[in-house]
Nanobody, 116 residues
Framework: QVQLVESGGGLVQAGGSLRLSCAAS????????MGWFRQAPGKERESVAV????????SYADSVKGRFTISRDNAKNTVYLQMNSLKLEDTAVYYC?????????WGQGTQVTVSS
């Protein structure tokens, strides 16, 4: 079973950047698609970005296209989310997920707060 630990969240001004990391334990990491999701207060959890097991295919929510980039390093068992041009509405708890539309193995989440 894969276990996930997110890091890299924090407080940033609007227009700034952050890079989230999700470190996975377990030898099966490279066999899973991976995703980043977020949940803002009072809202449902939503998909932000997904990457295939090989990294060859990615998809993004319309709200983050052109600003966020998902990537992975299977040698390091890590998936990343580079977030640029951050907006107030990007404030949320960000979760990493393995096999996001199947087993849905979740990390504990990391808070991202964008201030004006």
């Amino acid at each position: 079973q894969v276990q996930l630990v997110e890091s890299g969240g924090g407080l940033v001004q609007a227009g700034g950047s952050l890079r989230l990391s999700c470190a996975a334990s377990g030898r099966t990491f490279s066999s899973y698609a991976m995703g980043w999701f977020r949940q803002a207060p009072g809202k449902e959890r939503e998909s932000v970005a997904v990457i295939s097991w090989s990294g060859g295919s990615t998809s993004y929510a319309d709200s983050v296209k052109g600003r966020f980039t998902i990537s992975r390093d299977n040698a390091k068992n890590t998936v990343y989310l580079q977030m640029n041009s951050l907006k107030l509405e990007d404030t949320a708890v960000y979760y990493c997920a393995a096999d996001p539309f199947g087993l849905q193995i979740w990390g504990q989440g990391t808070q991202v707060t964008v201030s004006s």
